[in-house]
């Protein structure tokens, strides 16, 4: 994956022999070097000037050296048959091939700009250098070593380039290894874009269970002692007992009430732990459940649950003092309470509610024998409706559950974080709404998009209409 070219090498020229051939002297001396270098210099740079005067001189010189008639366009052609090829960008990179004699004024570095005189210079993909100028574009240090990486015209050192272009794990902040075919192989994830070696999705990296960021090697997670993990942002604004979720419990309340949804029973809400909620959900005759993991539950039956009545400390990274007390749950409609799962954030738990919520309208309204797909997708766009109300108010003209705030409660904490919330909080909101939309599965998924659409194009409320007749989406 990496976009520059790498060049096996580069070659130092020290002038041009009589046949305008690179050569290349490792056992003169710096002094013998120059002296040619010179002589050399000024002889072609004379026959330059005047060619038709160096053509005169030439039978002259011959003679008086004893050495007969020479074609007077013997050097011409020699020029012309180690002339460079056109500027090619695919052809093969020649270290070794002829430099194109260039009168003095014409060969310019590629570094400072300046004329290269007379002496040492460099050469590589037809561009000059004096030695001291070819320099690596982002350490500034001269470039020593036969093998470099150029990107577009800058040549870096190849540690240096690494450095800045080749991908780090944003896990174990390493550089990500190459694959057997020798690229970089790497999984990012689709919203956040959080980059991780592929080996971290098999060695028990934490993830978190609200955003699905990987714990960093420098960031530790904190342990909800279920299995589940849940990193700082979203610990910020979690909810952590039944107590803390009442608020926001009461505003969800009353933003189906402000879309003339009220619900005229009052069904009671508890937070509990994971264990306590897949006990519940195997104890329900009915219903259908989100996998992997199943986080809010709407009941229909009588039941004893374990709920959390006091928010837990935290400490050494994980969860410490939890209390949970047993509730005897007495069906008295056709919905007997809705369990949310504890530790997630306030807008996560809120849009659970919603979820579950609407699952309680539709049954305490007389909505019977709805598909899957029929009854989880409009629960889903009734989620997606709170969180669009919340993370971009008014998107919708519908009522947020943050103007409710103030008359629900007059408790602080992070269930009231509504109004002027954090650039993160946004968000984790954000994300949660690409969850819904981008989901696979056929109920919660499938389901959702085509309620949306109905629901986009029709309206709630003859949406509504329309499945209480056909028990079916408008088309």
Not at 146 to 155: I, K, N, Q, S
Not at 339 to 362: C, D, F, K, N, Q
Request: glycine share 8%.
């Amino acid at each position: 994956m990496d976009d520059a070219e790498q060049l096996p090498g580069m070659k130092i020229c020290y002038g041009m022999d009589q046949s305008d051939q690179c050569f290349c002297q490792d056992d003169q001396s710096k002094a013998e070097n120059e002296e040619l270098d010179r002589a050399i210099a000024l002889s072609l740079a004379e026959d330059a000037k005047n060619s038709k005067g160096a053509r005169e001189t030439l039978p002259n010189l011959n003679e008086q050296n004893g050495q007969g008639n020479i074609d007077e366009d013997l050097p011409k052609a020699t020029r012309e048959s180690l002339s460079m090829p056109p500027n090619n960008p695919y052809a093969p990179y020649n270290p070794y091939a002829p430099v194109q004699f260039l009168p003095r004024g014409y060969r310019v570095c590629g570094g400072c700009h300046c004329e290269i005189g007379y002496g040492h210079y460099l050469s590589c993909m037809g561009t000059f250098w004096h030695p001291q100028c070819f320099r690596c574009y982002a350490c500034g240090h001269p470039i020593r070593e036969t093998e470099f990486t150029l990107l577009g015209t800058d040549p870096y050192h190849k540690s240096c380039y690494k450095e800045l272009h080749h991908p780090k794990c944003d896990v174990c902040h390493q550089f990500i290894p190459t694959n057997r075919s020798g690229l970089i192989e790497y999984r990012a994830h689709p919203f956040w874009g959080q980059k991780y070696c592929p080996s971290h999705e098999h060695d028990d990296t934490p993830r978190c269970c609200s955003c699905e960021r990987m714990e960093s090697r420098s960031l530790r997670y904190i342990s909800l002692g279920d299995g589940r993990s849940l990193c700082l942002e979203c610990l910020d604004s979690a909810v952590m007992d039944t107590g803390d979720c009442q608020p926001l419990y009461h505003s969800i309340r009353d933003y189906y009430e402000g879309m003339n949804m009220k619900l005229d029973q009052q069904i009671p809400m508890l937070l509990v732990e994971r264990q306590a909620l897949n006990e519940a959900m195997e104890g329900e005759k009915d219903g259908h459940h989100h996998m992997p993991e199943t986080r809010g539950l709407c009941l229909s039956e009588e039941q004893t649950v374990s709920s959390i009545f006091k928010k837990p400390k935290i400490g050494a990274n994980r969860i410490l003092d939890m209390r949970t007390h047993p509730q005897k749950l007495i069906r008295k409609c056709e919905v007997t309470a809705i369990l949310v799962l504890y530790g997630l954030p306030r807008l996560l738990t809120g849009s659970i509610l919603a979820h579950e919520l609407m699952h309680g309208w539709l049954r305490l309204k007389g909505y019977r024998n709805l598909s899957p797909e029929v009854e989880e997708g409009i629960c889903q766009v009734l989620s997606y409706m709170w969180l669009e109300s919340e993370v971009m108010p008014g998107s919708r003209s519908m009522p947020s559950s943050s103007t409710y705030a103030s008359s629900s409660s007059s408790s602080s904490g992070p269930s009231l974080k509504k109004a002027g919330k954090s650039d993160i909080e946004k968000k984790l909101g954000e994300f949660f709404m690409h969850q819904i939309a981008n989901d696979t599965s056929s109920a919660y998924g499938e389901g959702f998009r085509a309620a949306n659409a109905a629901v986009n194009k029709y309206g709630l409320r003859s949406t509504l209409d329309h499945i209480r007749i056909t028990g079916h989406f408008p088309v």
